[in-house]
């Protein structure tokens, strides 16, 4: 395909070089928003009279009718040509003629492209907006059906107090619905429109370009033409927000994976989320989650690559940023992808409660209660831990757990433990009295999952 820039070169250069330069294998995907971009452009350039509104007409005609062959399949994207933005107007111009060629008045590639960008990565930010409330639904479900199911709560991995299932899964609830307001966020810094900008000063055509920000959603424009062309914040916020969404992910995969271990063995996945071994056949994989996990350390690295190419660029638009697509654009697969696996993982997974109750009474995570106990009946708290915490070392010595330790036993220690200790000390009274805000208890959870749902 010819180059439409040829001119001060003769626009032939070296067959590995032009490999090299092109970007269409990556920008193809952005068809749609550049088509969408351009028509509204046509129009701007019809409104205020810079070509006839005859010629905008049969230009936004044009367009129309590539954007319906690419996405019925009747054109295909050639990818001997430079980027998406050189593909479609070269199309354009064999379609309708020179006046085609009126296209690419009063802007540049540099605006074209950050303008494609941000209408593609908006696209991108409500889609995943829609996958995590999605994954959300799938956590709410479960904690509302396992608010009372006791499991230990860790602290250092170590057993540490006892928690309901329901509540652990509510924590990272609340981090998903962080993610979603990071997303939002961001989108206000996405929405800004760049075209306009040009090359980098701006034009000196009588231009509107709120007009056309506005047809195309955008809630303000670039009000600095060389920042309009060279801003990437916008990419590096996105992928940071992956990358975030993406570490939340990978707790909770974590997580999953010692759950669903026979040391813990506190949830079983469905078969349709796990595989087998091909020498172990006694072997259920939680590939899915640790795919996840792995899959983690590659959107730090589009982070990391984003970041590592801006900082040293200089003012304004520089071909460096051409590297900025792929990263962004494998940021938000992944996202997608993990986004799409892990909410049915969630959904379907088997919860044996049993277990959880079990492994909660094995760990003496009710020696605060024991604690409190004391301090209720007069002792100050440092006092109350010393003797618990000599109650709980003589315990493991003997093979004993708090619930079965005889009262006769308990008063050796103290005078102030009388019968009615076992029911303070119970799991179910753990959790239950627990009834500060964001706590464990069930009542508490509910309301957790109340808040999200309202989020929601």
Known sequence: MAKMWAGRTDGVIDKLADDFNSSIKFDSRMYK?????????????????????????????GLSG??????????????TAEDIHMFVEQVLTERIGDVGK?????????DQVALDTRMYLRDRTDAIIQKIIELLSAIILKAEEHKTSIMPGYTHLQRAQPITFGHHLMAYAMMFLRDIDRFKDLKKRINICPIGSCALAGTTYDTDRRFEAE????????LNSIDGVSDRDFCVEFTSACSILMMHLSRFSEEIILWSSWEFKFIELSDAYTTGSSIMPQKKNS????????????????LIGLLTMLKGLPLAYNKDMQEDKEGVFDAADTVDMCLDVFAPMVA???????????????????ATDLADYLVKKGLPFRSAYKICGQIVGDCIKCGKVLETLEISEYKKYSDLFSEDLYEDISLETCVNKRISEGGTSPESVQKQIDFVKGKL
Do not use: W
Not at 102 to 110: I, M, P
């Open 215 to 222: 047809k195309l959603g955008f809630t303000d424009i670039a």
């Open 33 to 61: 928003q550049d088509i969408l971009g351009s028509m509204a452009h046509a129009s701007m350039l019809g409104a205020k009279n810079i070509i006839s509104s005859k010629e905008a007409n049969t230009i936004i005609d």
């Open 102 to 110: 009126k296209l690419h008045t009063a802007r540049s590639r540099n």
């Open 66 to 79: 590539i954007l319906s062959d690419i996405e019925s399949g009747k054109l295909s994207i050639d990818y």
């Open 287 to 302: 590939d899915m989650a640790e795919l996840v996990r792995g899959k983690t350390g590659r959107v730090y690295g589009d």
């Open 348 to 366: 379907t997974m088997k919860v044996l409660k049993e277990n959880m109750k079990l492994a909660a009474q094995k760990g003496f995570i009710n």
